[in-house]
């Protein structure tokens, strides 16, 4: 493989800034790890590297041929597999290549702790370069070459690994901190001079009547006003150049925006899924002996290897004419139940943000749903008005979101919900999904997110059957 030439490749999306004149290298055997929050345009870079699509400026050139092999973050490829599945089926096959260059995207978004186990093993001995977009901890702690974190309309390239990136980082905020801290002292004793100024100028205006002494203290008070604006100008200008490289100094802050779902209030405490003796499946069982019983409060975890079954009982559950059932089986209503696929089948792609929830909350006026918009990091026109086929993984992950949160659901069924997010988001969805108040079953790999989010009990889909009890995922 020859290297790859980024030459001042610069991305735009409608008014949207994802980064400018960014200029790098692939050289052979490189291992890179792109990071940033949702909606940056790190799938799109994937894509402008390998020249599936071109760059609004800029230039990638290769010398010699490259072999790219290409992995998605959603594969929608093998429909009747498993994420985690469809995801080994494409690896494999970007890999039977024998490609110079592996690009994945969100890699381990579907995979269990095996698959993933065996996805890192197979990472860290790979031979070509490496070029990965990941929020998975676990991904973040190879050895990586080179980060490069794309924010406020810069691609920024550290060279070295996660680790040190991160301790530079923490770094730099702390002196952007500190910096700002100066600022707003230096403001706070220039505010207290001009105030110390306009009382000794008191007495003497009130001495001075003649037309002379006023033209001169006038024209003393225009100068003063004159050198304090300029000073307050740039103090503003300082403070507004400080928070915006705070913004882009690492890629962990706390999401300021906040946002709840609330579910129906429930007068009984009869359980609201009862299910005994039940079968489900399709031309062919897959989990048979089904016993479930969740009360209307009760956050209840789905676990299982890729494949068991866990998304065809979510499906059960929903009343899905392909899933066959047997069995005694006492759910709500599909119309009280919110469900986050794990592909987002909830959207439609030529829908904007703003139908999509208009469509699952029609009673909502236009100014109550981008009020919710709003909690949910959608906050301009643009946003609004941009349709479901161009927003990144993680923001169909907040609209789906908001369509649950706009329909007020009291049971939410949540297949891998931490896909695609970014750990901000992540973070913040975890403060929403401990305090909901509703019934909530939730598929997920990710140990540390249902412990963080307080379930109450576990259940396990192991070898066709559905138990009670705790798993490591």
């Given at each position: 493989m020859?290297?790859?030439t980024l030459n001042n490749v610069s991305l735009y999306f409608n008014d949207k800034t994802c980064f400018e004149d960014f200029s790098a290298f692939?050289?052979?055997?490189a291992k890179i790890l792109i990071i940033g929050n949702n909606g940056a345009g790190k799938s799109t870079l994937l894509d402008i590297i390998q020249g599936i699509k071109g760059p609004c400026a800029g230039?990638?050139?290769?010398?010699?041929?490259?072999t790219f092999g290409y992995v998605p973050q959603t594969v929608i490829d093998y429909p009747d597999l498993s994420g985690g599945q469809r995801f080994n089926k494409a690896l494999s096959q970007a890999l039977s290549n024998q490609p110079d260059v592996l690009l994945l995207d969100e890699p381990?978004?579907?995979?269990?702790?095996?698959?993933?186990k065996s996805l890192i093993k197979m990472l860290k001995s790979f031979k070509g370069a490496l070029v990965i977009v990941s929020h998975d901890p676990d991904v973040m702690q190879l050895d990586f070459d080179e980060i490069w974190h794309i924010a406020q309309g810069t691609v920024t390239i550290f060279k070295g690994d996660y680790n040190s990136y991160q301790q530079l980082s923490a770094q730099k905020e702390q002196q952007l901190i500190m910096q700002r801290e100066r600022l707003h002292k230096e403001k706070r004793l220039l505010a207290k001079a001009k105030q110390k100024e306009q009382e000794r100028a008191a007495p003497s205006r009130a001495a001075n009547r003649d037309e002379r002494d006023k033209s001169l203290l006038s024209a003393m008070k225009e100068r003063g006003a004159q050198t304090a604006g300029k000073k307050s100008k740039k103090f503003a200008d300082i403070d507004k150049a400080i928070n915006t490289e705070l913004d882009a100094s690492f890629v962990h802050k706390k999401i300021a925006a906040s946002f709840s779902l609330n579910a129906q209030k429930l007068s009984?405490?009869?359980?609201?899924?009862?299910?005994?003796?039940?079968?489900?499946?399709?031309?062919?069982?897959?989990?048979?002996n089904i016993s479930l019983q969740i009360g209307p409060t009760e956050h209840i975890a789905l676990l299982g290897d890729n494949g068991s079954g866990k998304s065809t009982l979510l499906k059960a559950l929903l009343r899905?004419?392909?899933?066959?059932?047997?069995?005694?089986?006492?759910m709500p209503p599909k119309s009280e139940i919110g469900y986050l696929d794990q592909h987002y089948a909830t959207l439609q792609p030529q829908e904007t943000v703003m139908q999509a929830v208009q469509r699952v909350a029609p009673e909502k006026n236009d100014h109550e749903i981008r009020l919710l918009l709003h909690s949910f990091l959608f906050i301009k026109p643009e946003q609004w008005n941009k349709k479901v086929a161009y927003l990144s993984g993680g923001e169909k992950a907040r609209l789906s979101l908001a369509q649950i949160a706009a329909a007020n659901y009291y049971l939410l069924l949540l297949d891998e919900i931490t896909?695609?997010?970014?750990?901000?988001?992540?973070?913040?969805?975890?403060?929403v999904l401990k305090e909901y108040p509703g019934a909530m079953i939730i598929v997920s790999h990710d140990q540390a997110f249902l412990d963080a989010i307080a379930i109450d009990r576990t259940y396990v889909v192991e070898d066709g059957t559905l138990i009670l009890g705790t798993s490591n995922v």
């Open positions: 020859s290297t790859i692939i050289q052979p055997n230039k990638v050139s290769y010398k010699g041929s490259v381990t978004n579907h995979l269990d702790a095996a698959n993933k009984s405490a009869k359980a609201i899924v009862s299910i005994t003796d039940g079968i489900c499946g399709y031309e062919k069982p897959i989990i048979n899905n004419p392909s899933v066959v059932t047997s069995g005694q089986w006492v896909n695609n997010v970014d750990l901000d988001t992540k973070a913040h969805i975890i403060e």
